[in-house]
């Protein structure tokens, strides 16, 4: 079943978003999985990593088979690390 949001629906789950999760950020993970691992995942399906997970801010070209989708508010920036590797690396410390 597909759901139309207008723009003011939006803006309303947005706030509501960003009142829930304050600084709720976007990053993103390439991986490379194989067809068995990528059967298990269905849309929309929500993940908990309970260890250490780096992920990117740049979103740009991908040189992987997936790309994982990670909203989070508790990422640390390591980017000062990366020695001009460009990644735009952060790391979920909990």
Same mark, same amino acid.
């Given at each position: 079943? #597909?759901? @139309?949001? &207008?723009?003011?629906?939006?803006?309303?789950?947005? &706030?509501?978003?960003?009142?829930?999760?304050?600084?709720?950020? %976007?990053?993103? $993970? &390439?991986? &490379?999985? *194989? /067809? =068995?691992?990528?059967? @298990?995942? #269905? /849309? +929309? =399906?929500?993940? $908990? !990593? #309970?260890?250490?997970? *780096?992920?990117?801010?740049?979103?740009? +070209? %991908?040189?992987?088979?997936? $790309?994982?989708? =990670?909203?989070?508010?508790? %990422?640390?920036?390591?980017? !000062?690390?990366?020695? +001009?590797?460009?990644? +735009?690396?952060?790391?979920?410390? $909990?």
């Amino acid at each position: 079943m #597909k759901i @139309k949001v &207008d723009s003011v629906m939006y803006e309303k789950f947005e &706030d509501l978003a960003n009142d829930t999760f304050p600084g709720l950020t %976007m990053y993103v $993970r &390439d991986v &490379d999985l *194989d /067809p =068995i691992c990528f059967a @298990k995942y #269905k /849309p +929309g =399906i929500i993940l $908990r !990593e #309970k260890a250490f997970t *780096d992920a990117s801010n740049r979103v740009m +070209g %991908m040189m992987t088979t997936h $790309r994982i989708a =990670i909203l989070s508010n508790h %990422m640390s920036d390591l980017r !000062e690390f990366e020695h +001009g590797t460009n990644w +735009g690396l952060f790391v979920a410390n $909990r």
